[in-house]
């Protein structure tokens, strides 16, 4: 017999990306940063283009422009007409943010979230253990428990009896439900820094690791200024900061009002925000104040944060702000939730939260 034959391995060289490729990369980024606005962003490479020289004699940007149009990334409403992305852009920039952020992750089986409970899941254990009353033929180790029956009872006459049969642990797959917060106050774009356009790279990246790796999973997104709103994945892309305070207290409420709808026993709260809250509805008025923190809405703010704890739904807080007395709220806000938080910046926002979503995931709250 002649057998197999091995050598070391030398992976194939990678291709070099087309012209398109590389603008398109490039477009993607900018269409987040611009928030869908295609003209925009098409100035902006241009404008790049004039720079840096990114297109060549044979590939200009008119030609990347038909090609957008021609592969079905963005469309024309009428003949020289406005230009908008697509429902194909959308789900590219979310992948785009998804190899940003989380690197480049292999999608496997749904379901992915591990527990620290065996029972009758889907995912076979190392955990070994002889048969019990209600056990079931697909938790018999066929293999194992043969060979047991070879060593008790011999080969030539063969039996298999019940104390030969060996059981395979099966562990169960946690469903987990995530709310993620979005603070899109004005604050969000004061002092020269964007702090909108990582929080939404986040955001995109979450979405697409869960709707792809586990899709079992459910994600809620919500935005808050002076009230709070949901919206969907598709939205993300298109995600502006508006002229508002920050109205943590709705957040909360219509984040807990979305997981009590969710029959997952694992719930959790992924907050985005730059500062305090500053902001309380009290029927059709808005009570607000941005000077220091506020006891009536702080109180407020950290009542809802127990009933979190009550609940057992933990708050993870990120805060992308460096202000001692921000701090403090953030280290009371966590206490009374025992929760957690991170004192983040921009560009350590997305392992932080790919961190504490896996290691949430391996648990029930």
């Known amino acids: 017999m002649l057998g197999y034959r091995f050598s070391e391995y030398t992976p194939p060289p990678e291709g070099e990306k087309s012209a398109f490729e590389n603008l398109l990369n490039t477009f993607m980024q900018l269409l987040t940063i611009t928030s869908g606005d295609v003209q925009e962003a098409l100035e902006w490479l241009n404008s790049l283009d004039r720079q840096y020289g990114i297109t060549t004699d044979e590939y200009g940007m008119g030609d990347f422009i038909q090609d957008l149009k021609d592969k079905g990334y963005i469309s024309e409403e009428t003949p020289g007409g406005r230009l908008s992305i697509t429902a194909k852009s959308e789900r590219t920039i979310r992948q785009s943010a998804l190899e940003e952020i989380f690197g480049k992750l292999k999608k496997t089986q749904s379901g ?12 076979l254990s190392t955990d070994r253990r002889d048969f019990q009353f209600g056990d079931t033929l697909e938790q018999i180790s066929m293999t194992e428990s043969i060979r047991n029956a070879q060593i008790n009872h011999g080969i030539s006459d063969f039996m298999l009896m019940e104390d030969d049969l060996e059981i395979v642990e099966k562990e169960f797959k946690a469903q987990t439900s995530t709310v993620l917060m979005i603070d899109i106050s004005h604050s969000m774009i004061l002092y020269g ?23 079992k999973d459910t994600l809620d997104i919500i935005v808050f200024g002076n009230d709070a709103w949901q919206i969907q994945i598709k939205d993300l892309p298109y995600l502006e900061v508006g002229p508002y305070h920050t109205n ?12 009590r709808r969710r029959k997952n026993k694992n719930k959790q709260i992924f907050m985005i925000t730059d500062g305090k809250p500053t902001c309380l509805k009290e029927g059709i008025r808005y009570y607000k104040n941005s000077f220091g923190l506020d006891r009536k809405i702080l109180n407020k703010t950290l009542t809802l944060a127990a009933q979190c704890r009550r609940l057992k739904i933990p708050i993870t807080t990120f805060m992308i702000a460096s202000d001692s007395y921000l701090q403090q709220f953030v280290r009371e806000f966590t206490e009374v939730n025992q929760g957690r938080a991170y004192y983040s910046s921009l560009k350590g926002l997305g392992n932080y939260i790919f961190e504490d979503y896996q290691r949430n995931r391996r648990k029930t709250f």
């Open 112 to 123: 992915n979230h591990h527990s620290n409970y065996a029972g009758q899941g889907d995912e």
């Open 248 to 259: 943590t207290v709705a957040g909360l409420e219509l984040a807990m009002d979305l997981l």
């Open 193 to 215: 820094e964007d702090r909108i356009t990582p929080a939404k790279k986040v955001a995109m990246a979450l979405a697409e690791l869960i709707t792809t790796k586990y899709p």
